[in-house]
């Protein structure tokens, strides 16, 4: 197997005993092979102990800028550790800049804990992190700036410099895209530092090959069944993006106030980027919307923190000459949970400027059922039912994603947004008068009421904050959290970061997260909001019950399942630690691979790798005398 960011490539099988040449072969070209070749990255070294020292002082001295906290609560460490491990510093070379003798000056950016993890082996594969910048010549231990870095494998676009939709000559990389707005005048887009493309050796850059091979006469297409004639294999090169807004993502709001500013200067950039270089974002979702407060800004200032719009990595110029609206048609991103009404049915192939100022509304919705005091947080199955109803709704036993349907029925008749039922009533007034004008565009037989255009929410916003000058400040509630075992829906899981990471049982007690328990489905835990004194309910269940008897050997041929083992009772422990499904539905369908006739231990060896790389679990294989296999999955005293 041969993997990069565009795909795998899996020679055939062969016999090792009746054909060893292939495998010394492979060996012997593989020893040859250089460390970029490998996949070494070698533009990255580990940090030195000052360098170090150098990074967590400045992360902690950009924290203190960003948030009024004191500097030795345990609030404050629990916000370092989001971006620093202990002896996990990593420096990246920078592309050298000129000083003032033009004389290159080398740099190095110190990273440690992303922020965004992917959770994929191909595609993109972006990881954002706080950077902290080092000239080599400065040998001063005093904090740095801290920037925003984006590591990404972006599409490679083979007919070089293009002209965007205002005339303007551009190399289709994100931050010359970035670069070009700025010029323009457009607002509340980060300034952008530098971008590159990550050298590999000498002159080459880093980048796939697997695009290379898919018309090369061994490649075996499958036929339809497996649709890898439809399959998008594209050429991705390693891409390195910093900005000077190093902040935390919509979800980190404070209040109604902040998230109703910061959702609004957002709008203001795709306005503008509209307005001056008919340029659309096309990626609006809570994590591509940053609140930063500004180094010169007084941190009892009535205004809030101000919302930048980043990862325009997915924009594009609008052909204004079309009345299609944009110059090719829209394709799903991953952020289905926040796609406008029209665009998930499949109404509309085509992404224009409106679907944009929507997916706000979708935004602010979504922040507001997460992250501020409402009474639906009080019943956990009605706020997922809200979720799912909302955000994750598609269409069954179609070939591509299609729904849209609660969105629709929340436009017409505020059917999930009632339920919500937040403490600030501005908040609802605000949505409800949004979705008025949302609404009014559904109505053909009356297009003169049709209010949907960006002057018209240039002037509810207005007219909003006028009517509302003191919006509440203090309406923050975590309603779900990072780990909660009900919200295992895309939309939370997307926006929340949540990886599968183990977190041993203290750290969770520690973070307040849930503990999952092995012991009766339905036991319930409280949690009090500390400003209001309302209590949240907040409803455990077993795992191991959650799975349904996973564990058991599966029924075949007639046989009874397997008993347990003497001294292990269900949901409860053993010598090897409480037997918890993670991963319900990937198991079952393991066991049922495992089940097939013919296969073995050694034959599923390779998928057992993959559940223990991407969870680290431990999954015993056990022979059984009737040939089949079953699998058991014990987690010692991890939890994912």
């Given amino acids: 197997m041969r993997w990069d960011r565009s795909g795998l490539i899996v020679s055939e099988t062969f016999d090792i005993i009746e054909q060893p040449h292939y495998l010394c072969q492979f060996f012997w070209r593989f020893s040859r092979l250089s460390d970029p070749a490998r996949g070494y990255d070698s533009t990255v070294e580990a940090a030195s102990q000052a360098e170090e020292n150098i990074f967590r002082l400045s992360i902690q001295a950009h924290l203190l800028q960003q948030i009024t906290l004191d500097p030795a609560s345990d609030a404050m460490r629990g916000y370092l550790n989001v971006h620093y491990k202990p002896g996990r510093v990593t420096a990246i070379r920078m592309q050298p800049v000129a000083n003032g003798a033009g004389i290159p000056v080398p740099r190095k950016l110190l990273i440690s804990r992303p922020i965004c993890i992917p959770l994929s082996p191909s595609g993109r594969c972006t990881r954002t992190y706080w950077a902290v910048v080092v000239d080599e010549t400065d040998p001063s231990a005093a904090p740095r700036d801290v920037w925003l870095l984006k590591d990404t494998w972006r599409i490679f676009d083979s007919s070089g410099a293009r002209d965007s939709a205002d005339g303007e000559a551009s190399d289709g990389r994100e931050g010359s895209i970035m670069q070009h707005l700025l010029s323009k005048g457009v607002p509340n887009v980060p300034p952008v530092v530098d971008h590159w493309d990550v050298v590999a050796a000498s002159d080459d850059i880093q980048s796939t090959v697997t695009q290379r091979y898919l018309d090369a006469a061994w ?74 407060r500004d180094d010169t800004a007084d941190a009892t200032r009535s205004r809030p923190r101000t919302g930048y719009l980043i990862d325009w990595e997915n924009s594009c110029g609008v052909n204004t000459a079309s009345s299609a609206g944009s110059i090719f048609d829209y394709e799903p991103s991953l952020q289905w949970q926040f796609l406008s009404w029209e665009l998930a049915s499949g109404v509309s192939k085509t992404h224009r400027i409106m679907d944009d100022v929507e997916s706000i ?18 019943d956990r199955m009605a706020l997922v039912e809200g979720f799912h109803v909302l955000f994750d709704t598609k269409k069954p036993f179609t070939d ?56 018209s929410v240039a002037q509810f916003w207005a007219s909003f904050f006028a009517q509302n000058p003191e919006l509440p400040r203090d309406d923050r509630a975590v309603n779900v959290m990072s780990r909660e075992v009900y919200f295992s829906c895309a939309a939370p899981r997307i926006a929340l970061g949540t990886v599968f990471q183990p977190t041993i049982i203290s750290q969770m007690q520690r973070s307040g997260t849930l503990v999952v328990s092995d012991l009766v489905r339905g036991t319930k835990r409280a949690r009090t909001e500390p400003n209001t004194g309302a209590t949240y309910d907040f409803a455990t269940v077993s795992m191991a019950e959650e799975a349904g008897g996973s564990t058991k050997k599966q029924k075949s041929d007639g046989q009874e399942p397997a008993k347990p083992k003497a001294g292990r009772s269900r949901g409860g422990r053993s010598k090897r630690g409480r037997v918890v499904i993670v991963f319900k539905r990937m198991i079952l369908h393991f066991m049922m691979l495992a089940s097939i006739r013919g296969h073995n231990v050694r034959n599923v060896a390779p998928t057992c ?32």
Wanted: charge should be positive; include cysteine.
């Fill in 609 to 640: 790798e993959y559940f223990y790389a991407i969870g680290r679990l431990d999954l015993d294989i056990r022979r059984r005398a009737n040939g089949r296999t079953f699998a058991s999955v014990t987690d010692g005293h991890q939890y994912i």
């Fill in 400 to 455: 591509t994603n299609q729904g849209g349907g609660g969105k629709l029925n929340d436009i017409l008749y505020l059917e999930t947004t009632n339920d919500i039922k937040w403490t600030s009533t501005a908040l609802l007034n605000w949505v409800s008068g949004a979705y008025a004008l949302r609404k009014s565009a559904l109505n053909p037989s009356h297009p003169s009421d049709n209010r949907w255009n960006l002057k």
């Fill in 219 to 292: 490649v075996s297409k499958g036929g339809d069944k497996y649709r890898l004639r439809r399959a998008r294999v594209v050429h991705r090169v390693h891409y390195r993006l910093v900005l000077k807004i190093a902040g935390f993502d919509l979800l980190q709001i404070s209040s109604t106030e902040e998230l109703l500013y910061a959702t609004h200067d957002a709008f203001k950039a795709l306005l503008e980027a509209y307005n001056r270089t008919n340029r659309l974002h096309r990626d609006v979702h809570p994590g591509n919307i940053i609140l930063y």
């Fill in 361 to 378: 509304i979708y935004v602010v919705i979504y922040c507001g059922m997460l992250r501020l005091r409402c009474e639906l947080a009080r």
